[in-house]
């Protein structure tokens, strides 16, 4: 059987970009018969990025209620939150101890913050805390805990599952006694929509501030969110450049091929931007609305999805626990008697 897992950052509300590139694929995998999926909401990651209890809090009932109004099946996925887990910042401090310094100081977004800082002439080190520095290696732990074969995500991730591939290799190596210790898990990624971009045409990123949310708020807001997509000053009459329109793009995300080369038919035979917009509104809202009203109904509920993760970690420590007393015994940790 394979093992699909992938989480969520519970910093902010779910996005058009993260259903695109995790939660849909994912959800599709889950469906699955020979799939085995485990979800789930990364609020120790979280806490990197957040100081503020109770933005966290309300961000980890928003995705939570969004996985299940886009059709998670709680019976058939291990659907969980990080951390209700001690297992996974145990495993991340055995890990810890077997990852270079220098494997870290190459992660992304670790060196954009360093050059940044310089960049803006200050402490390359001001405003990073460790958190962030060994954020790879806890996202290992979440994805060695359970073997996970595949990881669906968005190309931003590419990096992480390498250091995770390299450092389940280095505790095997030391540990594993001349065998792998841990499943070396790929990246699932869907080529048409790695990375969704946004509003200005920058990748869609809570920390750009150029996100259509996916569910929170109304269909008019959704409107009033594409009305601000960013394009060029062609008028109506005057052909589109679609390779070159956000817009589009995030178009063909939610669209059949035929229909997105129809569309793109449209843009260079002239149609105007703002038509394009009312068709881009009408294609998400199809899509989006069935799951929005389930996602109100979940929201007004909290404590029936507080109930489905209790269940859930349930589940996954079911695995966790005896997974890591072997890891406990391979390090030197076990009991001696
Ligand atoms: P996060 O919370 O930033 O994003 C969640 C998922 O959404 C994808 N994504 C996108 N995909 C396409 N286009 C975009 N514009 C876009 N923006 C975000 C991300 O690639 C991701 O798949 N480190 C992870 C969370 C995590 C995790 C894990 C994932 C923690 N542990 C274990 C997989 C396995 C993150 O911050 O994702």
Partial sequence: RTRILTGITTTGTPHLGNYVGAIRPAIEASRDPDNDAFFFMADYHALIKCEDPLRLQSSRLQISATWLAAGLDPQRVTFYRQS???????????LTCVTPKGLMNR??????SVD????????????????LFCYPILMAADILMFNAHRVPVGRDQ???LEMARDIAQRFSHIYGGGREVFVLPREQIDDAVATLPGLDGRKMSKSYNNTIPLFEGSSKQLREAIGRIVTDSRLPGEPKDADNSQLFTIYRAFASESESAAFRGQLEAGMGWGDAKQAL??????????MRERYDALMARPAEIEDILQEGARKARALATPFMAELRAAVGLSAAR
Avoid at 84 to 94: A, R
Avoid at 107 to 112: E, N, P, S
Avoid at 116 to 131: K, L
């Fill in 158 to 160: 590419i990096q992480h």
């Fill in 281 to 290: 509104y009408e294609r998400l809202e199809s899509e989006i609305a069935p």
């Fill in 107 to 112: 992660a992304h977004a670790y060196k954009a």
């Fill in 84 to 94: 209700d887990l001690p297992e996974i910042p145990e495993l991340c401090w055995l």
């Fill in 116 to 131: 940044q800082n310089v960049a803006d002439s200050e402490d390359p080190d001001a405003g990073i805390n460790m958190g």
